[in-house]
């Protein structure tokens, strides 16, 4: 296989998938009809619930991909903040399940049956889910993407989840019955605080609402106009996010007599530069004003 295709978040958010899904059908068996470990099933349904989250960017990534057409003007690029709030939301209906088998294991424990083949299943899981994570998170370029971002950072969390199965497991084996549905709790716990991060972020996106990296970018924007001696003043920066990328606006105020040709050589310049110092910067549109001092 194309080495190459191992750092396409595209093609790793599918391969996530399929491996999270298959491991936590595994843990999920065997923890509810050979172990009894809430634990255990937790960390399964919350494997599958990782690898439903993949699958959904994965399809995200294929739709973004589109061009513009005539019901789309400017793309398919927020499909992707839509696949994160999405991927969040299965994440938090699986963490209520577990929240709620968790605290029927806390107020009537049951032995654990097993310990030793569950402990070897969820730390084989942890060892998978920590690599294929750290992989994505540190190797690939996810291109300033939020859902890819997410799907790396809880493949991430699914591998501490699985550590944390590991060491409810061993203290079950241990005689401490609790620890099964603590971990449970836990894990939950996890869940929803990155799903209710990612539904933030994604949500701000969507309405267009600019962060301080945006207001960052937009003050960088205005000094690159200060190095061309014809733009008087450049005010109104507007930034917005759309998808992966940065979309804006900049208005410049230039003198009245000022030639087409020159003020398109301007903008030109005013563009390749933003982009060369904003690398996710896609689109940047430059309206010119007359000085009215002229």
């Not at 843990?27 to 993949?54: H, M, P, R």
């Not at 716990?189 to 701000?204: D, L, T």
């Not at 207001?215 to 690159?224: A, E, F, S, W, Y």
Request: proline content about 3%; overall charge neutral; some cysteine.
């Amino acid at each position: 296989m194309n080495e190459s295709r191992f750092k396409q978040p595209e093609f790793l958010a599918g391969f996530t998938a399929f491996i999270l899904i298959l491991l936590g059908v595994i843990q999920i068996v065997f923890g509810e009809f050979f172990s009894n470990s809430v634990a255990l099933t937790a960390n399964g349904i919350d494997c599958i619930g990782d690898g439903f989250v993949s699958a959904t960017v994965y399809a995200g990534l294929r739709i973004y991909q589109r061009p513009a057409d005539d019901r789309f003007h400017f793309g398919y690029f927020k499909i992707e903040n839509l696949a994160s709030i999405a991927a969040a939301i299965v994440m938090m209906i699986l963490a209520g399940y577990i929240v709620f088998r968790s605290y029927n294991q806390l107020i009537n424990p049951h032995p654990i049956k097993l310990p030793l083949i569950g402990i070897e299943l969820a730390l084989i899981a942890a060892i998978i889910a920590l690599f294929i994570g750290w992989y994505k998170k540190y190797k690939v370029k996810s291109e300033h993407l939020g859902s890819v971002k997410l799907e790396s950072f809880n493949t991430i969390k699914d591998g501490v989840a699985s550590g944390l199965t590991v060491v409810a497991l061993i203290l079950s084996y241990a005689g401490f019955a609790s620890a099964d549905a603590i971990v449970g709790f836990i894990i939950a716990g996890i869940i929803v605080s990155i799903g209710f991060i990612a539904i933030k972020e994604s949500s701000y996106m969507l309405v267009d609402a600019c962060d301080k990296d945006c207001v960052l970018q937009g003050d960088l924007i205005k000094r690159i106009t200060r190095n061309i001696k014809e733009i008087k003043e450049a005010h109104l920066v507007r930034l917005r996010r759309t998808g992966p990328y940065l979309q804006g606006e900049i208005e410049i105020k230039v003198n009245s007599d000022m030639s087409m040709e020159r003020f398109f050589q301007i903008r030109e310049q005013i563009t390749a530069d933003a982009k060369n110092r904003i690398p996710e910067l896609h689109h940047l549109t430059v309206i010119a004003q007359p000085d009215k001092q002229d």
